[in-house]
């Protein structure tokens, strides 16, 4: 088999091929390095390519991390995460999904969502074993997957079913091997949200079929539908025994530096997830994790601004990208991203995405970074300011018109 590297010396016993060549480098840091390159150069970027919100952490959060760093807050923290947390974590959950969970038994805080994912799919996924995602995607559930041997088999994610997954369209998917179904509401790159009713559907599928659903709810508070938070399948009965909820806060209180998430699961799933995480982070952070508490804890109005903040700059994209002939965008319920339809303009999306960056300064992600049923569309994030969203869309339109 050939290498992955392109230095052969380095090839011991071909040991690691099989997973290196099946996970791709992210195509979302390529477009992170070349917007680097062109603003050393002195070039005006509009920046739309990032997940992930532009504001500072609330000042009241970083206030109690640096006091618990003064008090000496220094030394390793409980391998599950400090009792405060989980608990806040408990409480936070109950809230959000009206299903009673003690935080120091069923809440592992994570080093990121990211860990969370990981170790869920080491905790969970024996080589073979084959996982529902949906396509398009953030792709680091499949690549979780696949690092853990398992195999990732993509749903497709229709922009006529608002990019969310079709409960059917699972059910035809799933075999022996299924062990677990992938749900990430709202959704990454498009914004999706899984209606309560897919969600209860999906519910009766996993509870047929025996399978774990994990269930990706970082921007479960960046919603703008009928309440304060996106439905989760977690609320479905029988489903707290065998859901994974993935969360974090990156980004529901500007926290993507911290590097800090956690899961929820029954007291059963959450040893297990416990067992695998003494072997990848054991632990985090200890000073951080009071600044966390905090952030659950005290009062909610710096999320109530983040979220009102973004619902504006929504507003202002969705206008401005309905406004250019050609151009079609599903309004999506959730997170800061819109994933327009491109179709119309004759280049692929990796094209027009290089095309914006390069002749016009817009940085988007071409859809297909996110599956091949992202072909067609480009990601948009608006975690830039209200101001700079509407320079964007001037920019954005005058870029369509030069290419129509
Ligand atoms: C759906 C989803 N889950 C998880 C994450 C990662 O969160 P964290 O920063 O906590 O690793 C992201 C980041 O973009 C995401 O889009």
Redesign the pocket.
């Known amino acids: 088999m050939a290498s992955s590297f392109s230095d052969p010396a380095f090839n011991p016993k071909g040991a690691m091929d099989l997973r290196l060549q099946t996970v791709p480098f992210s195509g979302i840091r390529k477009v992170f390095d070349k917007v680097k390159e062109l603003e050393s150069s002195g070039r005006d970027v509009i920046h739309w390519q990032i ?2 919100p532009d504001f500072d952490t609330p000042a009241h959060i970083k206030q109690a991390a640096v006091d618990a760093l003064q008090r000496g807050e220094v030394h390793y923290a409980p391998n599950l995460g400090t009792p405060e947390l989980r608990r806040a974590i408990g409480a936070r959950t109950t809230l959000d999904t009206g299903i009673v969970v003690n935080g120091e038994k069923q809440a592992v805080v ?1 080093a ?4 969370g ?1 990981m170790v869920s799919m080491l905790a969970f996924i024996d080589p073979g074993d084959e996982v529902i995602v949906a396509n398009p995607n ?1 792709h ?1 559930y499949k690549s979780c997957v696949f690092l853990a041997g398992g195999v990732p088999v993509e749903v497709e994610a229709t922009e006529a079913n608002g990019f969310s997954l079709d409960p059917a369209d699972v059910e035809r998917k799933i075999t022996s091997r299924t062990k677990m179904i992938c749900i ?1 509401s709202p ?2 790159p498009t914004g999706c949200i899984q209606s309560k009713e897919s969600l209860e559907a999906l519910a009766k599928i996993a509870i047929r079929h025996n399978l774990i659903v994990l269930s ?1 709810e ?2 479960a508070r960046i919603y703008y539908g009928n309440g304060p938070v996106a439905p989760s399948i977690y609320s479905v009965p029988g489903m707290a025994e065998r859901t994974i909820i ?1 969360n ?4 529901t209180y500007a926290m ?1 530096g911290w ?3 956690w899961t929820v699961a029954s007291e059963q799933v959450t040893r297990a997830l416990f067992k695998v995480r003494q072997y990848t982070t054991v632990c985090v952070n200890t000073f951080i994790q009071h600044g966390a508490a905090v952030a659950l804890t005290a009062d909610q109005s710096c999320v109530d601004e983040m979220v009102g903040e973004f619902a504006k700059r929504r507003t202002i994209m969705l206008n401005g990208l309905r406004a250019i002939r050609g151009l079609s965008v599903a309004e999506p319920l959730g ?1 800061f991203y819109l994933f327009p339809n491109i179709k119309l303009f004759g280049k692929s999306s990796s094209e027009l995405a290089d095309y914006l960056l390069n002749e016009h300064g817009i940085a988007t992600v071409s859809g297909s970074v996110f599956g091949d049923t992202g072909e067609g569309y480009l990601r948009i994030a608006y975690s830039c300011s209200a101001p700079e969203c509407e320079r964007g869309v001037v920019k954005l339109a005058a870029a369509f018109e030069a290419i129509r």
């Open positions: 997940g992930r994570m990121r969502a990211n860990e994912i953030w680091h990430t959704g990454n990706d970082i921007y993935i974090g806060f990156s980004k993507d590097r800090l998430g997170a």
